[in-house]
Every structure is written in structure tokens, then in C-alpha cells.
């Protein structure tokens, strides 16, 4: 069982930027692979980044890519979302999601097993 808790969130202003945190209980964290999620009201949620267990390899969306890092510390079990550029459009709340299988480097969101609660984003013009 992997508890995730997010942390980070909250207001900023078009153009700033905010790190996201996601810390993980239980064993073996860097045997995930770790994602970024969010949801907008009214929106399906969205493929963020994702990167593997060894922390090695990432993979992002093209709607964020270039703007958005993820890198993750396995010895403090947690992964990390810097967001630059932020845009009204990034507003969502933004989960981290964690798949067992660590080596892989592309998955659909269905692989992951364990879901934080997610935290707010919220960017004004």
C-alpha cells in the first residue's frame, strides 16, 4: 500500500511559477513510476508528466513540455512538479499518481495504483 500527499498548491499570478510536491509512504518508491495528473471543473483529467522509478527517464505532455520539470528524490520518497510560465489555462487541481511498474516510461492513466488527494492551482490573469 503507497499513501501519496501532495503539497504545493495554491494562487500565483499569470507568468509565475509554483513547485508541486508528492511524498510517499511505504516501501520501495523508487520502484514507481510517478505521474502528474490535473482536472479542470468540467474537464477529463489530463497526462501531465511522468517519469520512471530510477528517475531517469521522463515523458511529458506536449501542452506542457518545456514549461512544466518533473524530477523526483528517491531517498526522501518524493516526486516534484516545477511549473513554470503558469497560464489561467493551467488552473486545475493537480494530483501525482504512482504506477508499479517503474521501468516503463509511457502508460495510460488506468496503470496507476495509487492516487494523492490532489491540491488546488489556481492561476489569475
Known amino acids: 500500500q503507497v499513501q501519496l500527499v501532495e503539497s504545493g498548491g495554491g494562487l500565483v499570478q499569470a507568468g509565475g511559477s509554483l513547485r508541486l510536491s508528492c511524498t510517499a509512504s511505504g516501501r520501495a518508491f523508487s520502484g514507481y513510476a510517478m505521474g502528474w495528473f490535473r482536472q479542470a471543473p468540467g474537464k477529463e483529467r489530463e497526462f501531465l508528466a511522468r517519469?520512471?522509478?530510477?528517475?531517469?527517464?521522463?515523458n511529458y505532455s506536449d501542452s506542457v513540455n518545456g514549461r512544466f520539470t518533473i524530477s523526483r528524490d528517491n531517498a526522501a520518497n518524493t516526486v516534484y512538479l516545477q511549473m513554470n510560465s503558469l497560464e489561467p489555462a493551467d488552473t486545475a487541481v493537480y494530483y501525482c499518481?504512482?504506477?508499479?511498474?517503474?521501468?516503463?516510461?509511457?502508460?495510460?492513466?488506468?496503470?496507476?495504483?495509487?492516487w494523492g488527494q490532489g491540491t488546488q492551482v489556481t492561476v489569475s490573469s
Open positions: 499518481a504512482a504506477d508499479p511498474r517503474g521501468s516503463l516510461i509511457r502508460a495510460t492513466w488506468t496503470g496507476y495504483a495509487y
Open positions: 517519469v520512471t522509478g530510477s528517475g531517469r527517464s521522463t
